[in-house]
C-alpha cells in the first residue's frame, strides 16, 4: 500500500520556523520526485517546492524562495521541507506528493498524503 504521511505541522508566530516531514512508503521512493504543496481556506491548492529523484534539483515558488528548504533521505524515504521566516499568508494545509517528474504542477502527481496543518499567527 502506497502511503505518504505528513507531520511537523503546527501553530507558529510570524518569523518563527517548522519543519515538516514526509515518510513514504509501499513504492520506489528512489525512482520519484517529491513535491510539496499547500492549500488556504478558499484556494487552490498550490506548488511550494519540488525535489527530483535522484540528483537533488529543487524547485521553488516565488512565494517560498529564500525562505522555505526542500531536502530528501533517500535511506529514509523522507523528505523535509524547512520553513523560516514563516508569514501569515503561509497559513495552509500542507501536503507532500509523488511524481515521475520534478515539476509544481499539481497534475502530474499520482500519489498524496492526506495533509498537515500548518497555522501562522500575526
Known amino acids: 500500500e502506497v502511503q505518504l504521511v505528513e507531520s511537523g505541522g503546527g501553530l507558529v508566530q510570524a518569523g518563527g520556523s517548522l519543519r515538516l516531514s514526509c515518510a513514504a512508503s509501499?513504492?520506489?521512493?528512489?525512482?520519484?520526485?517529491i513535491g510539496w504543496f499547500r492549500q488556504a481556506p478558499g484556494k487552490e491548492r498550490e506548488g511550494v517546492s519540488c525535489i527530483s529523484s535522484s540528483d537533488g534539483v529543487t524547485y521553488y515558488a516565488d512565494s517560498v524562495k529564500g525562505r522555505f528548504t526542500i531536502s530528501r533521505d533517500n535511506a529514509k524515504s523522507t523528505v523535509y521541507l524547512q520553513m523560516n521566516s514563516l508569514k501569515p499568508e503561509d497559513t495552509a494545509v500542507y501536503y507532500c506528493?509523488?511524481?515521475?517528474?520534478?515539476?509544481?504542477?499539481?497534475?502530474?502527481?499520482?500519489?498524496w498524503g492526506q495533509g498537515t496543518q500548518v497555522t501562522v499567527s500575526s
Open positions: 506528493a509523488a511524481s515521475n517528474h520534478a515539476t509544481l504542477l499539481r497534475s502530474e502527481y499520482v500519489y
Open positions: 509501499g513504492f520506489t521512493f528512489d525512482d520519484y520526485a
